[in-house]
């Protein structure tokens, strides 16, 4: 089996390959990564009978995850989209925050949305909207995209109680209270920066398949139905992300109560949305003019494909697991003599990249380096957040939730590579570079 350098050189090709499939050979992505990840696991020296398993168990832990959460979310939102729910809160955001500023409020709502619930489980909500605001405000889907991608995935690194951060703070001895509170000072930048200012950049830029003859449509079919009302509009789409905060807040407020244990089964991401989907039947059935089979359908469709290719991502990503190249890249990087925020912000970043996971990525880097502490003569805060930050970017095909996005989101994996990609890189330097202003405060600002 592959060892050391060999090992990222391995990593390295089956991404090549990987792209090659997908944009110059046009291979379905479900297909091209589930080749990739076999052929990754025999180059790398697994032991031939092992490499099934491997691959299947990577597939199957990761629709574990997600596999149901997508399809009740495909479905939910084909009824908010088809009840009119959709546009009416498209409305609401555009008359808050204004045409021009609508990309920062979904950003700044993806950044609320995601520090109680799961980054998969609130982009499959709200994406929803994505395709609505840009209709009605004429500026690029790519640039809503990235607003809630970015807002959403960097609050889910950054602020607990969502398990990357609150592990991280454990890790490194921080207190939670500042730790939360220090976490959305770095997200807050770090979202507008990498989420609207990129988004509105990259907008410009990456151009997508025009909606307007969707509108047209949708409009016709809008004249055809009752108008649903802004607050049932709101009422629904919030309906899963309560259940989810009650699951939360009943943890922090009632632990090891039968009022817990409640609240535990029906704010589960899949039973809230579950739930979710069958008030929906029922409360939005006034306002679809659609057959209801028809909506199904296209549901359970969409969702099959986006299923297969999150699963496919997964299996990439359990090989590269399974090689060792975390340990190695582990090994390594203790040598290097970088400043200590720097090599905390490296290290989470490359296991980021290189193991797909954004937690797994921040648990590693605080279990080696949150012992160190002392050693290192750092504020445990500031340590933990420059870990968080290295998670935020760089998303490559190995990880579920690029597949999440680009299927969603209705991008190519180029389009992809540069909205997602490189705007959680963008992001997670900028909250770096906070964590460095805060560091400028060590001795005035509490816990710092």
């Not at 020296?45 to 629709?63: D, N, Q, R, Y």
């Not at 290719?309 to 090994?331: E, K, Q």
Request: with cysteine; glycine share 12%; net charge neutral.
């Amino acid at each position: 089996m592959l060892t050391g350098p060999m090992l990222i050189a391995a990593f390295i090709i089956a991404l090549a390959l990987l792209f090659l499939l997908i944009i110059k050979w046009k291979v379905e992505p479900f297909l091209a990564l589930t080749i990739i990840a076999f052929v990754t696991a025999i180059g790398i020296g697994i032991p031939l009978k092992e490499v099934p398993g491997i691959v299947t168990s990577g597939f199957g832990s990761t629709l574990t995850g997600v596999g149901i959460l997508i399809g009740l979310g495909v479905i939910f939102g084909q009824f908010l989209g088809a009840s009119g729910a959709i546009e009416r809160i498209a409305d609401s955001l555009l008359k808050i925050f204004g045409i021009k500023n609508s990309p920062a409020g979904l950003a700044v709502s993806g950044t609320i949305v995601s520090i109680p619930v799961f980054f998969d489980a609130a982009f499959v909500i709200l994406s929803g909207l994505l395709k609505s605001l840009a209709t009605r405000t004429g500026i690029s889907i790519v640039t809503f995209v990235t607003a809630l991608g970015i807002g959403l995935i960097t609050s889910h690194n950054m602020i607990a109680p969502t398990p990357g951060p609150m592990i991280v703070a454990e890790n490194t001895g921080s207190d939670l209270g500042l730790f939360i509170l220090y976490g959305i000072i770095c997200a807050i930048p770090a979202t507008l920066v990498g989420g609207f200012l990129y988004g509105m950049f990259i907008g410009k830029r990456v151009k997508t398949e025009s909606t307007i003859e969707d509108e047209a449509i949708e409009n016709e079919e809008l004249g055809q139905r009752k108008q649903i009302s802004t607050g049932l509009s709101f009422g629904m789409l919030a309906l899963p992300i309560v259940l989810i905060l009650a699951n939360t807040f009943s943890k922090m407020l009632v632990p090891g109560t039968s009022i817990e244990t409640f609240f535990g089964f029906i704010g589960d991401k899949n039973i809230a949305l579950l739930i979710s989907v069958l008030v929906a039947i029922i409360a939005l059935r006034p306002y679809i003019a659609e057959n209801y089979n028809k909506l199904y359908s296209e549901a359970i469709a969409t969702a099959g494909m986006i299923v297969l290719i999150t699963g496919a991502g997964g299996a990439f990503g359990a090989v590269i697991n399974h090689s060792g190249i975390g340990d190695y890249l582990i090994t390594t990087m203790q040598s290097w003599s970088i400043p200590v925020l720097m090599l905390a912000f490296i290290f989470s970043q490359i296991l980021r990249a290189s193991l797909g996971s954004s937690t797994v990525a921040l648990v590693t880097t605080s279990t080696i380096m949150g012992p160190l502490i002392v050693d290192l003569g750092v504020s445990p805060i500031l340590l933990g957040l420059a870990i968080c930050a290295g998670g935020i970017g760089l998303s490559l095909p190995n990880d579920s939730g690029f597949w999440v996005v680009n299927r969603f989101g209705k991008l190519t994996v180029p389009q992809t590579l540069k909205v997602w990609t490189l705007g959680g890189f963008i992001a997670g330097l900028t909250a770096l570079a906070t964590v460095y202003v805060l560091s400028l405060f060590s001795g005035i600002l509490p816990g710092l």
